[in-house]
């Protein structure tokens, strides 16, 4: 199922992660943004992403190329929506300041238009509080950046309608990506909580001091991340014990877990002092090397994303 037209309503990274990765399956895209400023970053930015995926092997040139001929800088909330299929709002974490644009997105798109949230981990009752026709609504959260990691969380309303639900599914397959339906909604989706749980142990032991924050992240993306990209947190434990399973696993190995988990970080916010210690290290490990680093995450993971794909099983029937 394509889109006759898809609008992307905000032009910050996550917008323009949208905007590249529909232009270059070669879909009509119009981008906008009340902030002029951001637009105009918007307009290089968009490009040079979806020109990226050309070379990192993601996208094909000439389908790029024309979604880029097709992509409408707009300079109106009702020039971006008008004829959309799906309207996609992606700007900053800010519930009234998401409402109130959804309000004008409502007022101006088409009846048959599909509207969804770029939320990270708001209710969407409280996203979609001030609409009408809530049948239509629903969330579909991307991972950073949109355009190469595949994951789409689908969060739906309470009064999403399955045939809405079906559609927003549809499309993202439709752009290569693997939707995940949440079963009921939850502060933070399920990713963002995962991602949470795991970052602020991470924070913790650096400011412990117990390791930098260059060999936490190596430890990280070279020790489990691995493993979680092959098979996930449950599937890693069930194969780990080999023929005995999870079974096996817990028999012997959750006490170790249990004594850990009394250990691990509780804390529920960092003070100031913490936040601009967290800050400076990062800044201090990665200083001078921020665009460097980009691009090379970006290489590796279309290099991981290729290989994920070449060793997934003909019939569909892995798991991931």
């Known amino acids: 199922m394509i889109p006759r037209k898809v609008a992307v309503i905000g032009a910050g990274d996550i917008g323009v992660g949208w905007a590249a990765l529909c232009a270059s399956a070669g879909w009509p895209v119009a981008i906008f943004d009340l902030n002029p400023g951001t637009m105009e970053r ?5 490009e040079r992403r979806t020109r990226a995926l050309v070379a990192l092997d993601r996208a094909p040139e000439s389908i790029v190329e024309r979604g880029l001929t097709e992509l409408v800088r707009a300079q109106f909330l009702s020039e971006a929506v008008q004829d959309a299929d799906w309207i996609i709002e992606a700007i900053h974490e800010d519930v009234g ?3 109130k644009i959804l309000v004008g997105i409502e007022q101006q798109a ?7 949230s770029s939320s990270s981990g708001l209710p969407p009752t409280e996203i979609f509080g001030r609409m009408r026709r809530l049948d239509r609504c629903l969330v579909t959260h991307p991972l950073s950046p949109p355009e190469l990691i595949p994951l789409v969380e689908v969060v739906p309303e309470d009064r999403t309608s399955a045939a809405s639900m079906n559609r927003a599914v549809e499309y993202l397959r439709s752009l290569g990506r693997f939707p995940i339906v949440l079963k009921k909604s939850i502060p933070g989706y399920v990713v963002g909580r995962v991602s949470a749980a795991v970052w602020r142990e991470c924070i913790d032991l650096v400011l412990r001091g117990v390791i ?3 060999e936490l992240d190596r430890a990280v993306s070279l020790g489990p991340a691995i493993g979680w990209a092959a098979a996930g947190p449950h599937l890693t434990y069930h194969l780990a014990a080999g023929e005995g399973g999870i079974r096996s696993f817990t028999q012997h190995l959750l006490a170790s877990f249990e004594s850990w988990w009394q250990q691990l970080a509780h804390w529920a916010q960092l003070d100031p002092e913490e936040q601009r210690a967290l800050i400076q290290s990062i800044e201090r490990a990665y200083k001078g090397k921020v665009e460097f680093l980009r691009e090379a995450r970006d290489r590796r993971l279309s290099a991981i994303l290729k290989g994920l794909e070449q060793a997934r099983a003909p019939s569909g029937s892995e798991s991931g």
């Open 42 to 46: 918007a307009s290089i930015e968009v």
């Open 212 to 214: 930098s924050v260059d």
């Open 97 to 99: 300041a998401k409402q």
């Open 110 to 116: 088409g009846d048959d238009a599909l509207i969804s």
